[in-house]
T-cell receptor
Framework: GEDVEQSLFLSVREGDSSVINCTYT??????LYWYKQEPGAGLQLLTY?????DMKQDQRLTVLLNKKDKHLSLRIADTQTGDSAIYFC??????????????FGKGTKLSVKP | SQTIHQWPATLVQPVGSPLSLECTVE??????LYWYRQAAGRGLQLLFY??????ISSEVPQNLSASRPQDRQFILSSKKLLLSDSGFYLC????????????FGDGTRLSIL
């Protein structure tokens, strides 16, 4: 079955880089996503990467995709206290029909210490 | 630009009472709509999705139901709430078509007493 795995916690110091890792199972996934959830709020789409790309950079965010190992990572440069949140990795899982649904990992809680 | 609204933001209900959570999307037509539940363990569970008016797909058997009476309105309901229905409920929308990113509302915190 489909599964997305993430480590549950990550703690870094302000100004350091954070790297959040994710593994997924569906090799036919076309897009992979990173969402951010602040306490008590909904999920905010941070970035996504198409499966034919190895890397995508967007300001402080860098997404790396290793399709062979089905490994996705999100690097946050110069991490700030405002980056403290839960980060979800998600893949599109295609059930064979026209509707692909997102499968989420359990989320990585990033804590940024001043 | 597109926006998604969910209400209420928080709700406290007794066991056995009915439920109605509403979600509306503005600025787009014929979106795909989704209801998720996020329990204390933080994972998101897809409950229902809809690709059009009156078309509802259920992902897991449960005490809840969903309806889409209008193109941009998605309602989550229950006739009799259970304690296990407590959680954080999130509505999301995406453009029609496969592999489109989903955009989430702010969620409803439901507590059952």
């Amino acid at each position: 079955g489909e599964d997305v795995e993430q480590s549950l916690f990550l703690s870094v110091r302000e100004g350091d880089s954070s790297v959040i890792n994710c593994t997924y199972t569906d090799s036919s996934s076309t897009y992979l996503y990173w969402y951010k959830q602040e306490p008590g709020a909904g999920l905010q789409l941070l970035t996504y990467i198409f499966s034919n790309m190895d890397m995508k950079q967007d300001q402080r965010l860098t997404v790396l995709l290793n399709k062979k190992d089905k490994h996705l990572s999100l690097r946050i440069a110069d991490t700030q206290t405002g980056d403290s949140a839960i980060y979800f990795c998600a893949e599109i899982f295609n059930y064979g029909g026209s509707q692909g649904n997102l499968i989420f990992g359990k989320g990585t809680k990033l804590s940024v210490k001043p | 630009s597109q926006t998604i609204h969910q209400w209420p933001a928080t709700l406290v209900q007794p066991v056995g009472s009915p439920l109605s959570l509403e979600c509306t999307v503005e600025g787009t037509s014929n979106p795909n709509l989704y209801w998720y539940r996020q329990a204390a363990g933080r994972g998101l569970q897809l409950l229902f999705y809809s690709v059009g008016i009156g078309q509802i797909s259920s992902e897991v058997p449960q005490n809840l139901s969903a309806s889409r009476p209008q193109d941009r309105q998605f309602i989550l309901s229950s006739k009799k709430l259970l304690l296990s229905d407590s959680g954080f409920y999130l509505c999301a929308w995406s453009e029609t078509g496969n592999a489109q990113p989903q955009h989430f509302g702010d969620g409803t915190r439901l507590s059952i007493l």
